[in-house]
């Protein structure tokens, strides 16, 4: 009989990871303990070599379901006998070498009980076990143990401490466990901060009336507060977007069950599977004709055919939906695009002005998230990552740093998330909004602190983006001053080639890849504002080989916001467009922004994402957006629609340059769509043929640059149909490659710094005198 020690890593802790070594343990009749530390889970047992393998391979082979093991170890120690095998107390490493457990959904064991008028949970609005409920939404510090979470104030009764320590429980060591006796309370108020009622059969039933009297209710969930009200009624679709000051970007819709979805909704098996997985996300569906539920589609998502819909991952929610029987508008509750509001006494400063009830409880929350949006291509079910959040974050497994130092990349301004590396791991936040509020760097700076406290480790080296005036770069310059570390600067579009093949592990690639990342901005290596852009990647290093012509800047930031503005800057060289733009303004705009144009601007930009905008004004599908991406989305519709009735087949392509040329000429494209619209070609022909268009420009540049191989980052590439039709007509020509498990838009780009850095692209060390 000898003793051996096992050291596992990865996400193995909140997944029941100890209870699972210890069955195991009993069933092969070993003896010795488990423990989980700051560095993952440690084993040690006495076996003879033939048995310690046995054990070895079991754990590693037949680990639960929600674990996802990275490194695993075994070696003989010192010889100490055991009697038994226990669950030994955890303990503190000094360096921390763990994923982070997200957030699991409500699992169907506790779903079950929650049902069952015989079980002692029945209707308890926190049921969890080992298999769902908070995880990283609710920790302090690690390792992952009850006391270093949100629930150390719950002292567990009688019942649940015996489920806890007896092996036969499904709750066995559930660091979560509570019950109506011992566990969380839940309250609702009224507006004016009144205390109405607590109780959960009493407030849950308070809920559903008020949600029929068509009420607006914040109810806090897992990662922050959701407002909730009837998504059947137009009525209060209407209040909820005014008190919210939200005139059109779509709102989410909570259904009660995955049957009710079929009902109202097309499903692929790929869309019914995500919705029901453990991350439960918000997933874009398209309504059938002959739904159910009679929807105020134009309400809920102005101009747009697809809704995102979700299931309840909180039992909480599953709770009132169910009681409701009926879908439920739930959407992040902020004010205006501010972050999403998750403390009890934030609820109460803050909701007020937007609901009419407010809904408590006593479990803190640590870290706020919202909720990750998914969608799949209706033609190739590619799937798209909209929003990386809720029961995604923070743990990143395709990529592991060849660096022995800690690196934190800071990220971008928009859909900003920071990238921090610990122990080769990769760790990229939760979204964590557009930066450029103060509510939302706040919440950055305490995610930032949240990790370095969690890993108990400062970075050595700090990456960011270019453009001085993003908050993450000052930030990321501060920290780099305060902590006395190289700070290394990536140009935004890199950042986002060096994402994308990481992700699909092209940095080895024998073979030259061409990058197309386009996007709405970001600052170029010139002082211009880049995002149509194309990279040859070889031997390590990314080289511009083309772009779409540059056009002037209009008044900075707002030409992102008024279509009308990247129209009139594009089509400034086009005679025949200043007729159809003319009335888009008022008089003094129009010299205004002429003059501007005529004195040569400062700034230019070759952003496809504002290409997209001048087309969809151009079409009058939308002059001025309510909120990112509008234009866009409106345009894409408008071409889906075109396709989807005459399939998918090539068109005229607005791209006829020759490809001697080193630029996408944009005048000329754009003299093509004019043309067409002067001769009275139909809206959804345009919209279809100049997606087209885009599809040509890339097979042009690949020919050009002889490389069978192209991959895409950037916000454009969010579009389902630019996608598809992507897939389609060069996908048996070309080897295509998208993200997959991160977002293409600028989610991605502190991901991305790190790579650039992590595998010294371009030289970038030694510029750097690193």
Request: aromatic share 10%.
């Amino acid at each position: 009989m000898l003793t051996y020690h096992i050291h596992i890593t990865g996400l193995v802790q909140g997944v029941g990871f100890r209870p699972f070594v210890y069955q195991l343990a009993k069933k092969l009749n070993v003896t010795g303990w488990v423990n989980n530390t700051s560095d993952g889970v440690h084993v040690e047992i006495n076996a003879t070599e033939q048995s310690a393998k046995n054990f070895y391979e079991a754990v590693i082979t037949k680990a639960p379901a929600l674990s996802k093991i990275t490194t695993h170890h075994i070696e003989k120690v010192n010889h100490t006998i055991y009697a038994a095998f226990t669950i030994n107390e955890s303990g503190v490493t000094a360096t921390a070498n763990l994923m982070l457990t997200p957030d699991f959904a409500l699992c169907a064991d506790c779903k079950k009980e929650m049902y069952d008028a015989a079980n002692r949970r029945y209707q308890y609005p926190f049921i969890t076990c080992t298999n769902c409920g908070p995880r990283y939404s609710i920790i302090h510090t690690l390792p992952y143990d009850r006391s270093n979470t949100s629930m150390q104030p719950f002292t567990m009764c009688k019942d649940c401490d015996e489920e806890y320590n007896n092996p036969n429980y499904r709750r066995h060591y559930s660091q979560t466990n509570s019950c109506s006796a011992c566990g969380i309370s839940l309250e609702i108020f009224s507006g004016t901060g009144e205390k109405l009622c607590s109780g959960y059969t009493t407030v849950i039933e308070r809920i559903v009336a008020e949600l029929t009297n068509k009420k607006i209710i914040a109810v806090k969930g897992i990662g922050g507060y959701l407002l909730l009200c009837d998504a059947t009624s137009e009525t209060v679709i209407k209040e909820l977007r005014k008190r919210k000051h939200r005139p059109a970007k779509p709102f989410a819709l909570l259904y009660p069950g995955i049957s009710t979805i079929e009902n109202d909704f097309n499903l692929s098996q790929q869309e019914k599977d995500c919705l029901q997985t453990v991350v439960a996300p918000i997933v874009l569906l398209k309504q059938k004709k002959a739904a159910v539920f009679n929807l105020p589609i134009n309400e809920i998502a102005p101009g747009l055919a697809s809704l995102g819909i979700m299931l309840p991952y909180a039992p909480l929610f599953e709770l009132i939906v169910a009681a409701f029987k009926k879908p439920l508008i739930a959407t992040s509750a902020n004010i205006a695009d501010s972050s999403i509001i998750y403390t009890d006494e934030g609820a109460m400063q803050e909701l007020p002005s937007v609901a009419d009830y407010i809904v408590t409880n006593n479990r803190a929350i640590v870290i706020a998230q919202d909720d990750s949006v998914i969608k799949f291509t209706p033609l190739h079910q590619q799937q798209i990552i909209i929003r990386r959040s809720r029961g995604i974050a923070p743990s990143f497994f395709g990529y592991n740093t060849n660096a022995a130092e800690n690196i934190f990349a800071a990220g971008a301004l928009l859909k900003s998330s920071f990238t921090f590396s610990c122990n080769n791991n990769v760790y990229i936040s939760q979204y964590l909004g557009n930066t450029d509020s103060y509510e939302a760097q706040q919440a950055y700076e305490k995610t930032v602190a949240h990790f370095i406290q969690l890993f108990g480790q400062q970075p050595a080296i700090i990456v960011a983006d270019k453009h001085h005036l993003y908050f993450a770069t000052q930030f990321a310059v501060k920290m780099s001053e305060k902590n006395k570390v190289p700070l290394i600067q990536v140009q935004h579009h890199k950042a986002h080639a060096a994402a994308v093949l990481a992700e699909n592990n092209l940095l080895r690639s024998k073979d030259p890849v061409l990058c197309v990342i386009w996007d709405g901005t970001g600052l170029g290596d010139d002082g211009n504002i880049w995002g149509g852009d194309f990279f040859m990647y070889q031997h390590n290093a990314l080289q511009r080989c083309s772009y779409f012509d540059y056009f002037p800047v209009i008044a900075g930031d707002k030409m992102a916001k008024e279509p009308r503005l990247s129209v009139l800057a594009v089509c400034s060289g086009i005679a025949a467009a200043k007729e159809m733009l003319h009335h888009k303004f008022n008089e003094t705009e129009w010299q205004l922004y002429s003059k501007m144009i005529e004195n040569n601007p400062v700034i230019l930009c070759s952003s496809v994402g504002r290409l997209f905008d001048a087309v969809a004004s151009l079409l009058n599908l939308c002059d001025k957006q309510s909120y990112e991406g509008q234009a866009a989305m409106l345009l894409e519709e408008t071409a889906t629609a075109y396709f989807q009735q005459h399939g998918y087949k090539t068109l005229l392509s607005y791209f006829t340059q020759q490809q001697k040329e080193d630029n996408i000429s944009t005048t000329n494209l754009f003299a093509g769509i004019i043309t067409d619209i002067q001769n009275g070609v139909p809206k959804d022909i345009i919209a279809a043929k100049f997606h087209y268009s885009l599809v040509t420009i890339v097979a042009a540049i690949a020919d050009k640059q002889q490389t069978k191989i192209i991959a895409f980052s950037g916000g454009v590439f969010q579009s389902s149909l630019l996608v598809d039709l992507l897939i389609t007509f060069l996908g048996e020509k070309f080897q295509l490659h998208f993200h997959k498990d991160l977002s293409p838009n600028d989610e991605n780009i502190s991901f991305g710094q790190l790579v650039y850095f992590d595998n010294n692209m371009d030289d970038c060390k030694a510029l750097h005198h690193i």
